[in-house]
């Protein structure tokens, strides 16, 4: 069989799930795969593995109670575990391969977890523990991980709502050091890859070690220097997760100067998902009904439409102390306010990582806010 081309265009066939691959091993010719796979509230009966577009086997289902433990509220996290092993698979395709995990329900695909995979292990330059900490990740192996399933959801949907050939410009804003800019590099050769940052330290990490990116740091409040309508995409990745209502507001509209006219947004949201892992992966006595305690606190972030008032202390050694916050939005709220800058083409749950929401969103005609 051809290999498959991976650039713009990996399949996404299935509402997204939860999930991880904990385990990814080539040995003695035999591809071993583990991880869990979990679409809320579904009891899933099987999980098909495609290795770059390649049906190659099923997994079967294992036990996971450390699923279960972080996901109280519900009752088929235990039962989300797989566990494959591959005598035949395809070569990788530039050295990476798409893994897709579809989650099978009553005979029928249900939900699907996609990642990009090296399973020739090798990987480029990676930051210092102390820059990766910046960004939230110190574990190396999760940082890889993360970096290789965020590039794939991102790729995917680009692949299916842009023609690559109108895409010149792409701006990774709030790039961190390069987490996912860097497989972005890999893999579009047909646009400028840009990075952009608040923090000095990990923009010159970035220019150091991804020479085909152009990297800039930028202060924490707009305007950046760029152009007006310089860029057809532009992505951030766990950046509007950070900002309170007021600054997500100031970005949209500074993202929205610098976007051509019918370009993309991708930007990730913490949503009800995360929300709930979040709370239940902190204290035991949480735990008590907790089917109960989800519901409630659904309840409150939905009364609320977006909490912004945890302050995250990672980078007040950059920041005020008050800039930087965890922040949890409901889609509704985000349709609301973001829907005054853009058009939003989507809002997928659990879209990007396995964990965070994704919003799609397009510059249509004027949209942006009067000042206030
Ligand atoms: C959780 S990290 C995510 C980094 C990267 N997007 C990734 O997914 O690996 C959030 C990043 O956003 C940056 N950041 C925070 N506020 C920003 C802003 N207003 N503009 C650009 N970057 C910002 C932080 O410095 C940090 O590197």
């Given at each position: 069989m051809a290999p498959v081309k991976l650039c713009w265009a990996p399949v996404r066939c299935h509402p997204c799930s939860a999930g991880n691959i904990d385990r990814l091993v080539v040995s003695d010719n035999t591809l071993t795969i583990e991880g869990w796979l979990l679409l809320p509230g579904v009891r899933v009966d099987s999980v098909t593995v495609f290795v770059n577009g390649q049906e190659c086997g099923v997994g079967e289902l294992v036990i996971r109670k450390d699923v279960g433990k972080v996901h109280p509220w519900d009752e088929?996290?235990?039962?989300?575990?797989?566990?494959?092993c591959l005598q035949s698979y395809p070569d990788p395709v530039d050295g990476l391969s798409l893994i897709q995990l579809v989650g099978v329900v009553s005979g029928s695909p249900a939900c699907c977890y996609s990642t990009f995979s090296q399973l020739d292990s090798t990987v480029g330059a990676l930051p210092t523990t102390r820059l990766?900490?910046?960004?939230?990740?110190?574990?190396?192996?999760?940082?890889?991980?993360?970096g290789l399933k965020?590039?794939?959801?991102?790729?995917?949907?680009?692949?299916?709502?842009?023609?690559?050939?109108?895409?010149?410009?792409?701006?990774?804003?709030g790039c961190g050091c390069g987490r996912v800019t860097a497989h972005l590099l890999k893999v579009i050769r047909s646009a400028e890859v840009y990075g952009c940052d608040i923090v000095e330290e990990l923009i010159d990490w970035c220019t150091k070690s991804l020479p085909n990116g152009s990297f800039c740091r930028i202060n924490p409040s707009p305007p950046t220097?760029?152009?007006?309508?310089?860029?057809?995409?532009?992505?951030?990745?766990?950046?509007?997760?950070?900002?309170?209502?007021?600054?997500?507001?100031e970005w949209l509209d500074?993202?929205?100067?610098?976007?051509?006219?019918g370009g993309i947004v991708l930007a990730s949201t913490l949503g009800e998902y995360a929300f709930l892992r979040d709370y239940f992966s902190k204290g035991k006595l949480r735990n008590l009904f907790p089917k109960l305690q989800a519901r409630k606190n659904l309840f409150k972030l939905r009364k609320k439409g977006i909490l912004d008032g945890r302050p995250n202390p990672t980078l007040d050694h950059v920041t005020a102390t008050d800039y930087?916050?965890?922040?949890?939005?409901?889609?509704?709220?985000?349709a609301e306010a973001w829907g005054k800058h853009f058009e939003?083409?989507?809002?997928?749950?659990?879209?990007?990582?396995?964990?965070q929401d994704l919003v799609i969103m397009t510059k249509g005609a004027?949209?942006?806010l009067p000042p206030e």
């Amino acid at each position: 069989m051809a290999p498959v081309k991976l650039c713009w265009a990996p399949v996404r066939c299935h509402p997204c799930s939860a999930g991880n691959i904990d385990r990814l091993v080539v040995s003695d010719n035999t591809l071993t795969i583990e991880g869990w796979l979990l679409l809320p509230g579904v009891r899933v009966d099987s999980v098909t593995v495609f290795v770059n577009g390649q049906e190659c086997g099923v997994g079967e289902l294992v036990i996971r109670k450390d699923v279960g433990k972080v996901h109280p509220w519900d009752e088929f996290a235990e039962q989300s575990g797989f566990r494959v092993c591959l005598q035949s698979y395809p070569d990788p395709v530039d050295g990476l391969s798409l893994i897709q995990l579809v989650g099978v329900v009553s005979g029928s695909p249900a939900c699907c977890y996609s990642t990009f995979s090296q399973l020739d292990s090798t990987v480029g330059a990676l930051p210092t523990t102390r820059l990766a900490k910046m960004i939230g990740s110190p574990d190396r192996d999760a940082y890889i991980a993360q970096g290789l399933k965020v590039s794939c959801d991102l790729l995917t949907v680009m692949g299916q709502i842009v023609d690559s050939q109108n895409v010149r410009r792409i701006l990774d804003w709030g790039c961190g050091c390069g987490r996912v800019t860097a497989h972005l590099l890999k893999v579009i050769r047909s646009a400028e890859v840009y990075g952009c940052d608040i923090v000095e330290e990990l923009i010159d990490w970035c220019t150091k070690s991804l020479p085909n990116g152009s990297f800039c740091r930028i202060n924490p409040s707009p305007p950046t220097p760029y152009e007006d309508s310089f860029f057809n995409i532009v992505i951030g990745t766990s950046v509007f997760t950070h900002l309170d209502r007021k600054r997500q507001h100031e970005w949209l509209d500074e993202i929205h100067r610098i976007l051509a006219p019918g370009g993309i947004v991708l930007a990730s949201t913490l949503g009800e998902y995360a929300f709930l892992r979040d709370y239940f992966s902190k204290g035991k006595l949480r735990n008590l009904f907790p089917k109960l305690q989800a519901r409630k606190n659904l309840f409150k972030l939905r009364k609320k439409g977006i909490l912004d008032g945890r302050p995250n202390p990672t980078l007040d050694h950059v920041t005020a102390t008050d800039y930087y916050r965890d922040v949890f939005q409901t889609t509704s709220y985000t349709a609301e306010a973001w829907g005054k800058h853009f058009e939003i083409l989507d809002h997928l749950q659990i879209g990007l990582g396995g964990y965070q929401d994704l919003v799609i969103m397009t510059k249509g005609a004027a949209k942006r806010l009067p000042p206030e």
